[in-house]
């Protein structure tokens, strides 16, 4: 289960780094299982989501959870203090709980989703950080700073593949307009990509066998492309028309969102955590936390994984 035990890896190493102490309520507080962690870390992302609408990018545990939380509609500041016990009352691993590496990744990856939840709380409560707070609060990672000087290579390189007179940022433009895709052959090319990748990702990771995405060529969205996973192993896939689609990126789309990126990252997840372990917290995906940057990170190398 390769999707599954990436995900709860680097979620967990990374939050090795360390954190602030939580302090627990004097009252003494009843021992909860890691189950009932993860239901209660499910309905606290639900929660948020009713004050943010970008939070929730997935969900397919049980309806009437989203169906409670809208009624609801708890406090931020509820939200909070629940998730500050809800961190303090994860329980330690037994001796046979440190047996499975999978049970081990999975306290440390709770516990890192819970403290980015907690940061996400605070933004939407006023809070302001700077760009690398914000990213190592939410995504536990923080990205290099470079000096102009790093991308002179880069540049002189391409300088010399595209001799010519005026600007070289003119230069590269006019050479990647030869490859855009015309719109009335988009789902022919995007078909055919698709395709390929499945078939590739397929030598290299087996499938659930009920898998399938839509592809929707959608406009008026600020990406280009976008995974919506519906769960029982479904994707729909969105394509921004809008924006000049190059055939080099329809097999970085292809991939990226769809084999052996998103979506099949999602239905791994489905498959070995949710339904063969009972996970409940991996049926829900907040968009703001450690788990987007093991998603995106893993689309973007797996092209280089089936191509």
Request: hydrophobic fraction near 40%; proline fraction near 6%; charged fraction near 25%.
């Amino acid at each position: 289960m390769p999707a599954a035990r990436t995900a709860l890896a680097v979620v967990a190493a990374s939050s090795l780094a360390g954190h602030a102490a939580i302090t627990p309520s004097a009252q003494p507080m009843q021992k909860l299982t890691m189950n009932t962690i993860g239901e209660r870390y499910a309905k606290l992302v639900l929660a948020v989501g009713q004050h943010d609408a970008d939070y929730v990018d997935a969900f397919y545990g049980p309806p009437e959870w989203k169906t409670e939380a809208a009624a609801l509609k708890t406090p931020l500041t509820q939200i909070a203090t629940d998730a500050d016990r809800l961190v303090a009352e994860i329980p330690e691993l037994s001796a046979a709980d440190r047996g499975d590496e999978l049970v081990v990744l999975r306290r440390d990856y709770l516990r890192r989703q819970l403290e980015a939840l907690r940061t996400r709380v605070r933004m939407l409560q006023g809070a302001r950080l700077t760009f690398d707070e914000e990213s190592r609060a939410l995504y536990d990672a923080v990205a290099p700073t470079h000096p102009d000087s790093y991308f002179d290579a880069a540049l002189k390189e391409i300088d010399r593949a595209l001799p010519g007179p005026g600007p070289l940022v003119d230069r590269y433009d006019a050479f990647r307009r030869r490859f855009i895709i015309p719109a009335d052959r988009l789902s022919g090319v995007f078909d055919r990509a698709i395709a390929e990748c499945r078939s590739r990702t397929l030598s290299h990771v087996q499938l659930p066998a009920t898998e399938s995405f839509t592809v929707e060529y959608v406009t008026n969205k600020p990406w280009s492309g976008y995974n919506w996973y519906q769960g029982n192993y479904r994707s729909l896939i969105q394509v921004n028309t809008d924006l000049p689609i190059y055939i080099d990126r329809a097999v970085d789309l292809a991939c990226h969102e769809g084999y052996p990126g998103h979506h099949v990252y999602n239905a791994l997840l489905e498959q070995h955590l949710v339904r063969d372990r009972g996970w409940v917290e991996f049926s829900i995906y907040p968009l703001f936390s450690p788990q987007s940057l093991i998603a995106e990170g893993t689309a973007n190398y797996g092209i280089e994984v089936a191509f």
